[in-house]
């Protein structure tokens, strides 16, 4: 297969950086945190049968946001430990209420089910859904709003990024740890988009220090017409290394731009391709992540997947259908594997992946859409030669040329 980039927006090689592509310096730097990690007791390496307590995809994550420097990681990653401690992530994500979780899914990103060329997960955020009366419905229960977010995040994680990892693609050699995602914020008002500032802050504050460099890019698309005039304030919300990540796409560049990215069945009809999905929709999985969950519709809830241990659903108040159709999953599952010496086979344990939240992403802006793509700075070549081709300014040069402008 060829090697498929995964983020569009630098000249430098996309896969640089990440797991089986790390320099001399980059692999001694990722054995010198583990070192000092073991030593602060924040991780246990792995020992006959026993698995790592964190795979090397989180750690070189880590290592990768703080420009490979150890005591940077080591604070930032010491930090996030305390963190999922404090909040109990583990356990409020396997028990967090079905119910919640559907309704918290309305008014963030949201996966699609399928994929980048390059493997990645694609997602869609469209902004315009979110009206004044849903966020403020949303919002009543202030202290459930982090809980939400770190579900969220956590099935990214969790679920989509092994999930796309166990998946045919190019560079198997290198687990997907970012996302790409489209960004719709057509028809929404200047007055709206002030009113989603603290919204839009959190969940951006949250990814970037607690799952760094899980996004890929951004395609922003739908922009209205006061966008440009604003943009020098709006970035201003998010960190540097988002901000550089997003692409603002016109209306005539968003298909052409997805497809050098995105395989045209992939993406959703409202932005030029073949797949019948919008936001809001169920994730409408491809053959291949059918294949390997053993099942055509994604339950409800949280779910996790590993290599290891494959599809779990989580979460509670699943009613009693859902969980008759599980346990017919598990049979079918069970009934396909292939025998050994008259007993199923068992998988040989694979290596856990950890993947963060938030997903890198290059935003592209067009007329009344908005998409995302991976922005990572590992990429592989040919989508690469492609990517240096991306219409539109990154936002970091835009938000220079629009400094100073007022309303």
Known sequence: ???????????RDPLAGHIAHLTASQTSALDAFKTRLTGAGHYTPAKDSTHASHDDVTLVRFLRARK?????????????ETWRKKEAVDTLFDEFPIEEFETSQQVYTQYTGRRTKSGQ?????????LTKERVNEYSKKADRLE??????????????????????????ETPIDSTVCIVD??????TRFWQLKGHMQRASTMATAHYPETLGAIYLVGAPNFFSTVWSWVCRWFDQGTVDKIFILSSHEVLPTLLKYIDASNIPKRYGGELDWDFGDPVSLDDESKKALGLDVLPRGPVRFTEREGFRPMGSGRS???LKDEEERKKRVAEQKPKANGSAVVDAAAPAVAVPVAAAEAVAITNGKEEVTSDSDDDGEDIWAAAREVPGSPIKDLAAKLEGSTL
């Open 1 to 11: 297969m060829t090697s498929v980039p995964l983020s569009p927006t630098t000249t």
């Open 68 to 80: 490979f420097d150890v005591e940077g990681a080591f604070a930032q990653f010491t930090t996030t």
């Open 121 to 129: 997960p694609l997602y869609v955020y469209k902004v315009g859904a």
């Open 147 to 172: 809980p939400r977010m770190i579900v969220l995040s956590e099935m990214m994680t969790a679920f989509a990024l092994p999930l796309c990892t166990s998946l045919p693609r190019p560079n198997t």
């Open 185 to 190: 914020v057509a028809n929404v008002s200047l």
């Open 320 to 322: 009693a259908e859902e």
